[in-house]
């Protein structure tokens, strides 16, 4: 009986202790979830450069994860060479990217040489048909899997 009163004022103390615990998992539980929620964004990646016969095959590998489907979309490309100055702007035309899926898109560009390539900005969305006016660019995320950069 001489352990009664410190084993019951121990389990009083570790009583109060955990519901600071419990409270602090709970919290700690909670901000991961809020972290974790994927914000809406039409992902754009450069894949690859490969000289063609017309000059230089680019792929794309698209994922529209804003809230709709892009029923239309088109990209205004600007290239740069090395003296950091545009050799070329082009649209291209990434038809539809449906909300969720991935697609990969391929265009031959004409008298483009891929090593003379030193950087691809998407200058524009002339053509973005689905979610709300302006969310395309509002959204739009680059990366590059080649040596160049590639943004948006």
């Known amino acids: 009986m001489a352990f009664t009163r410190p084993v019951t004022r121990f389990a009083t103390l570790l009583a109060a202790g955990s519901l600071v615990f419990s409270g602090a998992i709970q919290a700690y539980a909670q901000e991961p979830a809020a972290a974790a929620a994927p914000k809406a964004a039409l992902d754009v990646e450069l894949n690859g450069l490969v000289p063609s016969q017309k000059g230089c095959m680019m792929t794309f590998v698209a994922l529209n994860t804003l809230p709709q489907d ?28 449906p909300q969720g899926k991935k697609r990969v898109r391929q265009f031959d560009m004409p008298n483009v040489k891929c090593e003379a ?36």
Do not use: H, W, Y
Request: charged fraction near 25%; proline fraction near 5%; hydrophobic fraction near 40%.
């Open 70 to 97: 892009i029923t239309k979309i088109s990209f205004e490309l600007a290239f740069f060479n090395d003296k950091n100055a545009v050799d070329k702007i082009t649209v291209l035309d990434f038809r539809d990217l």
């Open 117 to 152: 390539v030193t950087r691809v900005l998407i200058n524009d969305t002339p053509a973005c048909e689905g979610p709300g006016k302006g969310e395309c660019m509002k959204g739009l995320v680059t990366r590059s899997q080649v040596s160049i950069p590639f943004e948006g």
